[in-house]
């Protein structure tokens, strides 16, 4: 069980816009640390995608968002593409474990 | 351009060690926090250790603690993750990643090393 929850799975057709929430709890994200976003491909490593609640690396489109209220993150992806099908991570810090933690992953189905 | 290079993984029994090394190369090594990240099979990301940049700070998830064992060497711009007592549980691919602070994101990944823990 991960200290960080995001749904199973999520899905929408090409052009939808999806959200992808991950909630915590008042160690970690209500304690103000940074929500990271990553992407994975089957059989790659994991891709940083979204770093300090809502910033975009150099190379991320813009339709790739994040934001974080209260003890919750989201992901926000619009205009959606197949290529946006693959599993999504959030990440953040907790005091209370000393520990990095991911949330359990999301997949994400292009229809 | 930035590579991380794992390498030291394979098939081992319960019980037994292995070491992993990752070779870093085209960012600043000595300035940066590494971290070890697992996967298991069909599974999601299991974060494993934290190193800093001057060593200060080592940090261990709770399933390793104990058994696992973070070290770098600055000078030949490598991390090190030795595993004792391996479980069948400890089976997974074991990624390198860099961290942009400590307790940051993960901005740079290799490309993994499989661990395989099996009697």
């Known amino acids: 069980q991960s200290v960080l929850t995001q749904p199973p799975s999520v899905s929408g057709a090409p052009g939808q816009r999806v959200t992808i929430s991950c909630s915590g709890s008042r160690s970690n994200i209500g304690a103000g640390f940074d929500v990271h976003w990553y992407k994975q491909l089957p059989g790659s490593a994991p891709k940083l995608l979204i770093y300090?609640?809502?910033n975009r690396p150099s190379g991320v489109p813009d339709r790739f968002s994040g934001s974080k209220s209260g003890t919750s993150a989201s992901l926000a992806i619009t205009g959606l593409q197949a290529e946006d099908e693959a599993d999504y991570y959030c990440?953040?810090?907790?005091?209370?474990?000393?520990?990095?933690?991911f949330g359990g992953g999301t997949k994400l189905t292009v229809l | 351009q930035v590579q991380l290079v794992e390498s030291g993984g394979g098939v081992v029994q319960p019980g037994r060690s292995l070491r992993l090394s990752c070779a870093a190369s085209?960012?600043?090594?000595?300035?940066?926090?590494m971290h070890w990240v697992r996967q298991a099979p069909g599974k999601g990301l299991e974060w494993v250790a934290l190193?800093?940049?001057?060593?200060?700070?080592?940090y261990y998830a709770d399933s390793v603690k104990g058994r696992f064992t973070l070290s770098r060497d600055n000078s030949n711009n490598a991390l090190y993750l030795q595993m004792n007592s391996l479980r069948v549980e400890d089976t997974a691919v074991y990624y390198c990643?860099?961290?942009?602070?400590?307790?940051?994101?993960?901005?740079?990944w290799g490309q993994g090393s499989q661990v395989t823990v099996t009697s």
């Open positions: 990440q953040s810090y907790d005091s209370s474990l000393s520990a990095v933690i």
């Open positions: 300090g609640d809502s």
């Open positions: 085209g960012f600043s090594f000595t300035s940066s926090a």
């Open positions: 190193m800093s940049s001057d060593r200060s700070v080592k």
């Open positions: 990643a860099r961290g942009m602070y400590s307790s940051g994101p993960l901005d740079y």
